[in-house]
T-cell receptor, first 113, second 114 residues
Framework: QQQVKQSPQSLIVQKGGISIINCAYE??????FPWYQQFPGKGPALLIA?????SEKKEGRFTISFNKSAKQFSLHIMDSQPGDSATYFC????????????FGKGTKLTVNP | KAGVTQTPRYLIKTRGQQVTLSCSPI?????VSWYQQTPGQGLQFLFE???????NKGNFPGRFSGRQFSNSRSEMNVSTLELGDSALYLC?????????????FGPGTRLLVL
């Protein structure tokens, strides 16, 4: 119930392509869904986040799509660049509870030039 | 504004020893959370402290403990180290607890247990 399942584990795209990472959750109490980006040797950094009252949120080249009924959400990176090569984590938490984030296992994205 | 700082950055210990890791949150942030990151298990929540009180605890044995000081700085301690404790330990800070505000992560402390 506390798990967040993320796929794929790794992803290789060409520069300019679209990267898509998917996540699914079981706990319907989750109401905050952030995506984090992590570069080697660094801590994760918040990329974009969504709450279940909206189905899509876009910030620049990054878009989260959210399907509440299917309990799934995904990250789309448009016009992928070599600088986007990093590990991406989806996460979920329950607001009003604590700051505890339940993370997916991560997707290592490689964007080839 | 300075980011989240963690010390030390790297640490090598042997089985059975204990270790203390330190985290200084962003100025003004009152919530500090700790996570363990390993290749096999990914990022797992250890505990959160807010205003010197433990607010939530993950599914880790009692060998893992923490505390928070009045200036919001936090320490975590692992006693009787095991090989499986080798990991990157990340600290994250946020303004409040449970508010949905951004959590900012530090660079982590990489612990190797031999």
């Amino acid at each position: 119930q506390q798990q967040v399942k993320q796929s794929p584990q790794s992803l290789i795209v060409q520069k300019g392509g679209i990267s898509i990472i998917n996540c699914a959750y079981e706990n319907t109490a989750f109401d905050y869904f952030p995506w984090y980006q992590q570069f080697p040797g660094k801590g994760p950094a918040l990329l974009i986040a969504i709450r279940p009252d909206v189905s899509e949120k876009k910030e620049g080249r990054f878009t989260i799509s959210f399907n509440k009924s299917a309990k799934q959400f995904s990250l789309h990176i448009m016009d992928s660049q070599p600088g986007d090569s990093a590990t991406y984590f989806c996460a979920a938490s329950i607001q009003g509870g604590s700051e505890k984030l339940v993370f997916g296992k991560g997707t290592k994205l490689t964007v080839n030039p | 504004k300075a980011g989240v700082t963690q010390t030390p950055r790297y640490l090598i210990k042997t089985r059975g020893q204990q270790v203390t890791l330190s985290c200084s949150p962003i100025s003004g942030h009152r919530s500090v959370s700790w996570y363990q990151q390993t290749p096999g298990q990914g990022l797992q929540f250890l505990f959160e402290y807010f205003s010197e009180t433990q607010r939530n605890k993950g599914n880790f044995p009692g060998r893992f403990s923490g505390r928070q000081f009045s200036n919001s700085r936090s320490e975590m301690n692992v006693s009787t180290l095991e090989l499986g404790d080798s990991a990157l330990y990340l600290c994250a800070s946020s303004l409040f607890s449970g508010s949905g505000k951004t959590q900012y992560f530090g660079p982590g402390t990489r612990l190797l247990v031999l």
